[in-house]
Every structure is written in structure tokens, then in C-alpha cells.
């Protein structure tokens, strides 16, 4: 491992397949980054506290079969709750990207749920019933206190899941809880279909917790690191970094002084 | 159970649970319907294992069993005779499916297998046993005979097991039989057809950047110093047929095992899909018995792409999607994916004596047993009660996690061969990877989804998400643990030997001998016969329409030519992060694209381009112009979206009908020898390639063939992905240009097709003009001086602008005089509709006309209109008149709306 390098891991499942690109955002952005499987955590083979920042990023884990997100969530609860609970008591970073953010919800990590708590929270089928690969417009809660969004406006990054609605008591957390929501071009925030692609209440993108530290949601920032990722680059002329890239470059600048 | 259902199977926000009850609501409620849907025994749902390991992982290990079922509660006041037509036609499929009464479920216990050696008497068998015996296996008079004699000469009969492996690696789909036939063809013999035009054209190119080409599964071409590409695109059609979610999944999980298992093995980064079915609003009434309805197939096919490749986490870039009505009980299920490899593990790997043959990823059922000479037969109505063996659902994890590790293993340098098990299972593969040495396999050492199944089962069953590696003693040890570590199967079942024997045994006894020389060269060649009958259609009369408007909106919703974001939405073409030009552009990201482009190594700015060139349309006139044709198009869409000629690898994928019938066979030896004459002019070789041939199917005593079908990829290497040019218009006031010249080329046209007509004058290709052009279009696009280009293709160049108008989101006006002409055509509609080859709709800058017409000197190319701010596309005539005014809106509306589902 480099001295003084922010290091991140990128924890895989069977499934997981957005490892490669969010492996390439980090690096990027100047981390140095493992990917481990998750038996490998399990066995023990690696200490999760070797890294600073914990990802779980895009898949379709164990096939989403009974659920999205669900047989990891559960395997990664059952047994990896206590330590991951105790990485984020510790300082340090979670980002769940997709299938990373059901997998955080229905493990009750994102919202944190105490033992027996029934979770007031879920991510659910896409109101057009479909699996659906479209860009996305992101406003960015300037008073959310998420580490991963600091300082940002607005992203422009695509979607692509069939259970990316959120639903359910949302007083269980506050507007500040919610990092991203889906707008227009323009930033309005009652576009409706297909600015919001999934029917997500509030137009709820991504949430993170009260301490900033822990961040999810559907879109993939790791997919727009590069201008020529734009989907209309061809027209607008290839930007040097794509909407997503801040993202990493956050995490990696909070994660230095961890 | 209760913590079952509330930890794991229960979202407590959006559903409810009850358990060891028949059913949740009120039941005794008027009207109300129950259906119960299951799969068949032997169907294996991905659900079930997942579901299994969860329950598991929450400390609950007494389950023996899941089964899933899926029920549908109906109100309303329904005769048994509409239930069973909604069952029928809708929810299930009774290939893979069956109802259930409520609440009744099955666990099937599989009886154990007893071993008994089946011999077959074939020695002191009679004539008409015989007879019996050589359909049985599906062999000719000339192979049974070669049979025969070399048990004769063995002086012992053959066990089912030795006949079925002959059956398997003799059987069209994977031998290609008909293609390394001796034909005679009028006058001529042609030894070898793929030998003697498309992999000729290959060998006289002898291109240096061709790494690998027609010896492996996959075609190998040169990326940069450090990495290659792989690149195959094969056809699960007759699975598609009777399953076509299954059918269209597991031809997905099957071309993902081809880059896969080609050299030391490449990484899948892309895939590209083309369907063919039968028009989406065929009358219910003329369906046929036994064949699934068009838009159920289509709907069926989609999803199980979609599914398996999206779980897969490979990107779907590139497509297209045909209709016709002869494709009705053959529907075609093309499935292509591009792999990237270190450069030094290209080459096919060559195991040595004493290494082992292990098997890696799923585990072998009684799953597609008979598949592959199910590819190779006709389908009649009877198919889908007799197939029900051959069809699968596919289980995408299993897939991703055998490539997860097997990627790693490639690294290690822990296995020194790959092959993928594909279709005829284990024989086909042991047979194919023993043939340089010889090889013993322990049969009962193969891992197995449930018990029951007998020594042949297990050799041909064609289970999915299987691979063979060829692992040296020494690394056995850590290739097991590496693909125990992240919970892949992977066993042992045998060693290679020196004696170029394949040897067979069951718990120690052998159940089979055959010599690798007669397994592999034993086959006598076929000897066929062919024809070519130009066919003659109808020559079109109608007269020019007054308003060209509604032709022009008639053909954008055609379903040939119409959107088809339907379907790309619900592919995941952003996944691995490669993507640079995309299958939907323009302004509203929904604009049809030329070719993909995508970058396989992130941080560098080569790429990769991906084309397809199909037009059955053409094959009704002519089979030699439609493969020129479809090469054409291939190498026109990489051109249009900034590549360049220098580096371009094609693949030829073939659907036929029965080639038996001479003028059949005779109209495929005219598209291949199209694609030598065009692939030797255009420099661009053929790496790989496949072909299905018996596309037929028999309905009361009429034979319907499909329409002579041929696929053309394309995969070009670019220098420098920021060149890149996408097909929308992007500025008002910027120059519209036509390059190439408009022939009177309307046979099979989409125009024509709108008006009933097939016609004759076929598009045409001069491949020396147009490579001329193409190198200029590139050398102008390199220097930046093209803003948006378009291929020019079906529809012709009233569709290619209208298109390039509303994916840019404005207006556009071109005058008919202005367009090039090869020959004096006097009317605007032919003119405008026309589908002529090698040419291209270009947007020039005002500033960059004078250096792009420079660029482009010795061409043929005219200036014919400009981009307009105004929202309309116009048509100035020959006389003068506005012979076409449209709100570019209402062109869009046009060509969205059929495929808006």
C-alpha cells in the first residue's frame, strides 16, 4: 500500500459488474483502490479497516432474485453488519452506487436501523414497470451535509435499474438526508416522468445519513468521468472531466484526513 | 418460516406476507380467477438457488427444497374457455411452464441412475433396423455408412454413448457441413465453400493486425500493442422459437462464452443483438398451431437479452431489428459480444498429456439434451411438444461469476487451453480440445444439478455456464481453491492422454472408444448440388403521389425502419463506463445511431467500433447484391460516425432454408461469393463467422422458408474516439451534402415494400468507387470538418435526413436537382427513396465547405440543401415545387409511435 494515499475498496458479490468503472472514478480521482470479493472480507482475508473509503458499487447481486439488492444485503447484514456499522462510528466513508444503494438500504446501513426496527424505507419497482437506461438530471441539496456532494449544483449521469423508486415513511429521515433528487435540464424539480425515471417520491435520487459520511443513490456518477461519456458531447464539445468525477474527488479529499 | 418471510422474501414497505395458507384475499369472492404458474421439472430457476443461500445465511439449514411459483388473481366474469386462452396465449408457456392447482406443489424426487452399458447392435443389424438406427441419430446414407466400416473394422458394435458423440460432432451446427461440402453448381465444382470465398478473401488480405481468424471460437484482431479484440456474433434461433426468453437468454450466455473461450480467454465488453421476427400485428387467427405469436416472441426475446445481458454487466450497443412474415414460426436471434485480451494470450491455448480437463461453472442437468441437432432440423407444429428438452432459462450469476474467476485464473497463468461447452455439452468440447492429444474422461465425476441422469445424458447434455479448461498437475491445487474462494463449481473429470483416443468411462468401465482420426476426419464430405434462379417480381406502377410528406411518414413507420427505443432503453448500454457514441443520439438522446463506439481501455482514447450490415429485403431479388449490400452498410456506418477503412474486421453470419434444395444452396454460394468480391475490394477480412441453415417450417403441407438472411458485423479499430461524429444535425444555417451517387435502386426498398411491391432493380455495389469515397469521408472527418453524418440506407436519403433533422432537434431543406445521379431519373420519390449503396448525408460547417469539397475531390458529392432553424423538413422537386413540407415533429411522431410499447 502507498503511504499517504487514500485507499478505497471496492467490495464485489456474484453480480456485482460496475467494479471496473468505479474502480477507474476512483482512480482517477487519486485513490488507490482494491476490489475485494466479499468471502474475501468474510474469511477474513483482508481488514476492512485497512481502507478509508467502502464501496459497493453497481450489479445485479445474486441475480436480484427474490429482491434487488436483497441476498447481499442480507449476507452483508447477517455477516458484516457489526464491522461495517463500526466503519462508519469510526469517520470514515460509504458510497453505494445502484444496486450499492439497495443493498446499504435493505441491510438497514442507509437509513441505520436498530436491531428489529422495521425498515420505513425501500427501493422498489420503476412506475413504468420497465428496466430502464436513460440520462438523468441531478439537483444536489446544497443543505445536505453529504461529504460526496459538496460544492456541486447539478450532475448530468445516467440510470440504468427496474427498482430504483423509493418509497415509504419518509419521515423516517429529513430533507437533509436527501443528497440528490431528479429535476430537468433546468433544475426544476416537478418535472415528473422521465426526468424522475422511476417514480422515486420527492424525486428522491440519493440519500445520505445525518453525519454526511454514508452516501447512496441510483444513478451512476462513475459512468460520467469522462467528457466523452456525455451523451451529447458530439454537440457541446467534450468537457476534460465528466458530471460524476467531483463525486470521487470528494470522497478522496475528505478521506485524506481520516 | 415467519422470519423467513419477513427478513428475506417480504418487502415490508411495499408488500404483504402469508405463509402455509392457500392464498392471500378473499377467495370466496365473485369473479375471482386463479392461475398458478411453475416451471416444468428439470427447468432450473435462478431463483430458487439464491432464495436457498439466503435462508441459509440467516442460519436456517433445514431447507431441503425451494419452488417458486408465480399466481395470478383475475376479477371479472370469465368462461373457462377465455381462461384458458388467457393462460394459454399469455402466461404460460408450456415448453418450460405448466398451472398448478392452488397451493399443490411438487417436489420431484429424482430416481438414481443404475448403471447398465448400452451397446447397439449394428453389425448383425438388418435393413430396416439399420435404417431405423441412422435416422434415429440424424445421419446421412454416406456418414452411416463411414460408421459402419469403422466398426466393422473395430470388430465390435458401438455403445449409444460413441454414436451419440459421432451424432453431436457430425451435425451441421457444429461441423458446418454444408459449407465444406463439394458442390457442384452449374458447371463448376466448388470444394469448400467457405474456404474457397469468405476465409479465401481473409487469406489473400493476410492483413498483419489479424491475429486469429476462422480456427478459434472467436475472430482475434490487433487493438493496440498491449490488447486485442475479440469479436463473434452466432444465432440461437429454433431455441427462440419455442422459449424465446430462455431461447434469446441463453444465446446471450452462449456468445459470451465465445470471446470467452477464445485464445486464453478475453473479458466480454460489449454486445450487439439483431432479431428478425414476423410483423408484430399478424392476425392471431392465421397463427399457425405450435408457433408462438410474433409480438410474444419479439416481447419474450427482448427480455431475456435484456436480462441476461444486463445481469452480465455487458454493455448492449448496438442492434438492429427486421420484419418479415416468412420469419413467423423461425424467428432469427442474433447475438453478437466483442472481447478484450492481453495480446500474448490470443493464441488458441495446446494442452499436454497429463493435464487435466476440468470442468468449470454450472452444473450439468438434463438441460438442452439434443439441442444441437435441434438446430440443425426443420421445425414443424410438432416442435414445441418434442423440444421440450432443448430449452433453457439460463441463470446469469452463475455466468458472471465463472468469468470473475476464470479472468483471474487467465492472469495466473493457471490453465494452459479454454474452450467454451456449448452446443453437443461435453462431447462437442472434450472432443473438439482432446483431438491434438487424446483424452480419458470419468463421466461420473462431472458435478450434476440432481441425480438420474445416465452416462450419455451427462456427455451431451448441454447445461449452460459451463467452460473447459486444460489445467497442468501442478496448478490444479490453486486453480480449485481460486474458484472455491468465490463459490464457482469446478471439478476434475479427467486427463488428457498421447494416444488421440477419446476414452470414456463410467465408475472405472469404459463406455466408450472412438480414435480421434475418425471422430474428426471420419466424416465423408457431403456432395450437394446447386442452382441459381434470378427470381423475377413485379415491376411497380404507380404514379409519383402529389404529396411525398405522407410516403416519407409511411415509411419511418414502417416496422423495419421505425424507432426502436423501446427496446435499446431497456438495455444497459452505459455499463463498464466505455460508451462514446451511443445507439441513441441527438439533442433528446433519442435520435438512431450509426455504428457504437466504445473505449475498452478506459484511460486511452482508441476505440472500438461496432456495425451491422442486414437487408433480407434485398435477398428476395438477388442473394449476391444483398450480401454486398449488407457489407456495404457495415462499413458505411463505421465510416459515418469518424472511422476509417484501415483496420476493419468483419464476421458473416448466414440464416438460411434447407440447402438440400439446389436453388437454395445456390443462392448462398451467390452471397458468399459477394462477400469475397467486396471484402478483397474493401481490404476489410472476415474473422470469423456462422451460419443456420433449415430455417423452415411445415404447416399443412406448405413449406415456409425464411427469407435468404445474411448478417454482416463490423469491428473497426480508431485511432482517436474525439473524432467522433454522431448522425443529428447540430447547427442551423450549416450545408447539407449528399456523397455518393443515387441509382434508380428501389428493389426491395422500403418504399416499395409501403406500396406492396418487391420490384427488381436491387441496389447495386461498385466497391472501388466506393472505398475511393469512403477514405476521403474519413480523411475529412480526421481534420474535424465533419459535423454530422448519417449512413444512407433504407428509406434512402428522405428518411437519412429526416432522421438527421429530428435527432438534432431542427429544420432542414434540400432541392431533389441538386442530388447526384448515376442515371437520368425523372421522378422526385425515386429520387428521394432510393437505396443505392456508399452513400452517406454529410453537415458541413460554412467555413469548412471549401476545405471538405478539396478533401472529398475525385468523388462523387453535391451540396443539395441546408440545415434549417425553421421546424420543417422541405423538398424542392425537380420542377421546382415543394414536393415534401413536414413538421419535423411530425416525422418524429411518425417514426416513434409503432414501437412505443
Redesign the interface.
Known amino acids: 500500500m502507498t503511504k499517504g494515499k487514500v485507499r478505497a475498496l471496492v467490495l464485489?458479490g456474484?453480480?456485482?459488474?460496475?467494479d471496473?468503472?468505479t474502480v477507474?472514478a476512483f482512480e482517477q480521482a487519486g485513490a488507490e483502490v482494491t476490489t475485494l470479493?466479499i468471502?474475501?472480507l468474510i474469511?477474513k482475508e483482508y481488514n476492512l479497516f485497512d481502507f478509508q473509503v467502502l464501496v459497493i458499487p453497481?450489479?445485479?447481486t445474486?441475480?436480484?432474485?427474490?429482491?434487488a439488492g436483497?441476498?447481499l444485503a442480507?449476507?452483508l447484514k447477517?455477516?458484516l453488519g457489526k464491522e461495517v456499522t463500526r466503519f462508519v462510528d469510526d469517520g470514515r466513508l460509504i458510497l453505494g452506487i445502484c444496486n450499492g444503494f439497495q443493498v446499504l438500504m435493505k441491510a438497514g446501513i442507509l437509513p441505520r436501523l436498530k436491531k428489529g426496527q422495521?425498515?420505513?424505507?425501500?427501493l422498489?419497482n420503476n412506475d413504468s414497470g420497465?428496466?430502464?437506461?436513460?440520462?438523468v438530471y441531478l439537483g444536489v441539496n446544497r443543505k445536505s451535509p453529504c461529504i460526496f456532494t459538496k460544492g456541486m449544483e447539478q450532475m448530468y449521469i445516467?440510470v440504468?435499474h427496474g427498482e430504483g423508486k423509493v418509497?415509504?415513511?419518509l419521515t423516517a429521515i429529513t430533507e437533509k438526508n436527501i443528497a440528490v433528487y431528479y429535476t430537468d435540464e433546468k433544475g426544476d424539480r416537478t418535472a415528473g416522468y422521465p426526468c424522475n425515471p422511476n417514480g422515486s417520491i420527492n424525486n428522491i435520487a440519493g440519500i445520505c445519513d445525518d453525519s454526511g459520511r454514508v452516501f447512496a443513490l441510483m444513478p451512476?456518477p462513475?459512468?460520467h468521468?469522462?467528457g466523452?461519456?456525455h451523451?451529447?458531447w458530439?454537440?457541446l464539445r467534450?468537457k476534460k472531466h465528466g458530471d460524476g468525477f467531483p463525486v470521487f474527488q470528494n470522497a478522496v479529499k475528505y478521506a485524506k484526513d481520516i | 418460516l415467519e422470519s423467513i418471510c419477513r427478513?428475506?422474501?417480504a418487502?415490508?414497505?411495499?408488500q404483504d406476507y402469508s405463509y402455509n395458507s392457500a392464498s392471500i384475499g378473499n377467495k370466496k369472492k365473485a369473479n375471482i380467477h386463479d392461475i398458478e404458474v411453475a416451471y416444468n421439472a428439470g427447468v432450473v430457476d435462478?431463483?430458487e438457488?439464491?432464495?436457498m443461500?439466503?435462508i441459509r445465511?440467516?442460519?436456517i439449514t433445514d431447507v431441503k427444497a425451494i419452488k417458486t411459483a408465480k399466481r395470478y388473481v383475475i376479477q371479472g366474469r370469465l368462461t373457462e374457455k377465455q381462461m384458458a386462452e388467457i393462460s394459454g396465449k399469455l402466461l404460460v408457456n408450456p415448453i418450460i411452464q405448466h398451472t398448478i392447482p392452488s397451493g399443490r406443489y411438487k417436489f420431484a424426487e429424482n430416481p438414481r441412475y443404475h448403471f447398465k452399458l448400452n451397446r447397439i447392435e449394428l453389425l448383425k443389424a438388418g435393413k430396416a433396423k439399420l435404417a431405423e438406427l441412422r435416422k434415429q441419430f440424424g445421419f446421412n446414407e454416406l456418414e452411416f455408412k463411414a460408421i459402419f466400416e469403422y466398426y466393422r473394422e473395430q470388430g465390435r458394435n458401438p455403445t449409444d454413448v460413441e454414436l451419440e458423440t459421432l451424432a453431436q460432432t457430425w451435425s451441421e451446427h457444429c461441423v458446418h457441413k454444408t459449407f465444406k461440402a463439394k458442390i457442384t453448381y452449374d458447371s463448376q465444382i466448388i470444394d469448400n465453400l467457405l474456404k474457397s470465398t469468405v476465409a479465401r478473401a481473409t487469406q489473400e488480405l493476410n492483413k498483419p493486425w489479424c491475429l486469429s481468424v476462422f480456427m478459434d471460437n472467436a475472430g482475434v484482431i490487433e487493438f493496440d500493442d498491449e490488447w486485442a479484440l475479440c469479436f463473434k456474433v452466432e444465432t440461437h434461433n429454433h431455441p427462440s422459437a419455442v422459449e424465446p426468453y430462455g431461447g434469446a437468454a441463453t444465446g446471450i450466455g452462449g456468445v459470451v462464452r465465445d470471446p470467452l473461450g477464445t485464445g486464453l480467454g478475453s473479458k466480454p465488453i460489449a454486445n450487439t443483438d439483431v432479431f428478425c421476427f414476423a410483423p408484430p400485428d399478424f392476425p392471431h387467427e392465421k397463427l399457425p398451431p405450435g408457433v408462438l405469436h410474433p409480438r410474444r416472441i419479439f416481447k419474450g426475446v427482448r427480455a431475456g437479452v435484456?436480462d441476461y445481458g444486463?445481469?452480465?454487466?455487458i454493455p448492449t450497443l448496438n442492434g438492429a431489428i427486421l420484419f418479415d412474415k416468412n420469419y413467423l414460426a423461425n424467428p432469427l436471434v442474433f447475438c453478437g459480444t466483442l472481447g478484450i485480451m492481453p495480446k500474448e494470450k490470443s493464441q488458441r491455448g495446446l494442452q499436454k498429456p497429463g493435464d487435466l480437463v476440468v470442468v468449470v461453472g454450472g452444473k450439468t442437468g438434463r438441460d438442452g439434451i439434443h439441442g444441437v441437432t435441434f438446430a440443425s432440423e426443420q421445425l414443424t407444429d410438432a416442435s414445441g411438444e418434442h423440444s421440450f428438452t432443448s430449452v433453457q432459462i439460463g441463470?446469469?450469476?452463475v455466468e458472471?461469476?465463472m468469468i470473475?474467476v476464470l479472468l483471474q485464473a487467465r492472469d495466473r497463468g493457471l490453465y494452459r487451453r479454454i474452450h467454451d461447452v456449448g452446443g453437443g455439452g461435453l462431447s462437442s468440447a472434450v472432443g473438439e480440445v482432446g483431438a491434438d492429444t487424446g483424452v480419458r474422461v470419468n463421466l461420473e465425476k462431472v458435478p450434476l444439478k440432481y441425480a438420474g441422469l445416465s452416462y450419455t445424458e451427462i456427455w451431451i447434455s448441454e447445461s449452460q455456464e459451463r467452460m473447459l479448461i486444460a489445467v497442468p498437475p501442478e496448478h490444479i491445487d490453486e486453480i480449485l481453491k481460486l474458484f472455491a474462494?468465490?463459490?464457482v463449481e469446478a471439478a476434475v473429470i479427467g486427463e488428457f492422454t498421447k494416444d488421440k483416443h477419446l476414452r470414456l468411462l463410467y465408475q472405472g468401465k469404459q463406455v466408450g472408444d472412438l480414435t480421434m482420426g475418425f471422430l474428426h476426419d471420419g466424416r465423408p464430405q457431403w456432395q450437394m448440388k446447386a442452382v441459381w434462379k434470378p427470381s423475377r417480381h413485379n415491376e411497380p406502377r404507380f404514379k409519383q403521389p402529389a404529396d411525398l410528406g405522407k410516403s416519407l411518414k409511411d415509411i419511418l413507420a414502417t416496422w423495419n425502419v421505425c424507432s426502436k427505443e423501446w427496446v435499446i432503453?431497456?438495455?444497459?448500454?452505459?455499463?463498464?463506463?466505455g460508451?462514446?457514441?451511443?445507439p441513441?443520439?441527438?439533442?433528446c438522446?433519442d435520435g438512431p445511431g450509426d455504428a457504437a463506439i466504445i473505449?475498452p481501455v478506459?484511460?486511452s482514447n482508441k476505440g472500438a467500433i461496432i456495425s451491422n450490415g442486414i437487408n433480407h429485403e434485398y435477398g428476395k431479388i438477388e442473394a449476391y447484391w444483398m450480401a454486398a449490400s449488407a457489407i456495404d452498410e457495415a462499413l458505411r456506418q463505421i465510416i459515418a460516425v469518424g472511422g476509417d477503412l484501415k483496420e476493419v474486421a468483419l464476421l458473416d453470419n448466414f440464416c438460411w432454408g434447407d440447402t438440400r434444395r439446389p436453388e437454395m444452396l445456390g443462392a448462398l454460394i451467390r452471397a458468399a461469393q459477394a462477400c469475397y468480391d467486396m471484402a478483397t475490394v474493401y481490404g476489410t477480412p472476415f474473422v470469423s463467422g456462422k451460419d443456420s441453415l433449415y430455417n423452415e417450417f411445415e404447416y399443412e403441407g406448405k413449406l415456409i422458408s425464411i427469407p435468404h438472411t445474411l448478417l454482416v458485423s463490423g469491428l473497426g479499430v480508431m485511432d482517436n474516439?474525439?473524432r467522433?461524429?454522431?448522425m443529428?444535425f447540430?447547427r442551423a444555417g450549416d450545408s447539407i451534402y449528399v456523397v455518393g451517387e443515387t441509382k434508380n435502386e428501389l428493389g426491395g426498398s422500403a418504399y416499395y415494400l409501403t406500396r406492396g411491391y418487391t420490384g427488381n432493380r436491387v441496389p447495386t455495389v461498385e466497391p472501388v468507387k466506393a472505398k475511393a469515397a469512403m477514405e476521403k469521408l474519413s480523411r475529412a472527418t480526421t481534420k474535424g470538418l465533419v459535423k454530422a453524418c448519417h449512413d444512407c440506407s433504407e428509406g434512402g436519403i428522405g428518411v437519412a435526413v429526416a432522421e438527421m433533422a429530428f435527432a438534432?432537434g431542427l429544420g432542414a431543406k434540400i432541392e431533389v436537382k441538386a442530388i447526384p445521379l448515376a442515371e437520368k431519373i425523372t421522378r422526385d420519390d425515386y429520387i428521394l427513396f432510393s437505396e443505392s449503396n456508399s452513400r452517406f448525408i454529410v453537415e458541413i460547417a460554412p467555413e469548412n465547405k471549401t476545405a471538405f469539397e478539396k478533401v472529398m475531390k475525385g468523388a462523387v458529392f453535391a451540396e443539395v440543401g441546408k440545415v434549417k432553424k425553421s421546424n420543417r423538413f422541405e423538398v424542392i422537386g425537380l420542377d421546382d415545387s415543394k414536393v415534401l413540407s413536414e413538421k419535423v415533429a411530425d416525422l418524429k411522431e411518425a417514426w416513434q409511435k409503432p414501437l412505443r410499447w
Not at chain 1, 456474484?14 to 460496475?18: A, E, L, Q, S, V
Not at chain 1, 422495521?118 to 425501500?122: E, F, I, K, S, V
Not at chain 1, 420497465?130 to 440520462?135: S, Y
Not at chain 2, 432503453?569 to 463506463?577: A, T
Open positions: 464485489r456474484p453480480g456485482t459488474n460496475c471496473g468503472e477507474f470479493h468471502n474475501q474469511r453497481g450489479g445485479f445474486y441475480g436480484d432474485d427474490v429482491a436483497k441476498v442480507n449476507e447477517v455477516k422495521a425498515p420505513p424505507l425501500t422498489t420497465k428496466f430502464e437506461c436513460r440520462w445516467p440504468a418509497m415509504g415513511d451512476h462513475e459512468r468521468i469522462l466523452t461519456q451523451p451529447q458530439t454537440r467534450a | 427478513e428475506l422474501l418487502d415490508p414497505v411495499t435462478p431463483v438457488e439464491s432464495a443461500k439466503a445465511d440467516l442460519g435484456a444486463n445481469r452480465l454487466g441463470n446469469a450469476i458472471k461469476k470473475d474462494s468465490e463459490d432503453r431497456q438495455y444497459d448500454h452505459e455499463v463498464q463506463g460508451s462514446v457514441l451511443k441513441l443520439v441527438g439533442v438522446n473505449r478506459l484511460a474516439v474525439k467522433a461524429v454522431s443529428d447540430k438534432g
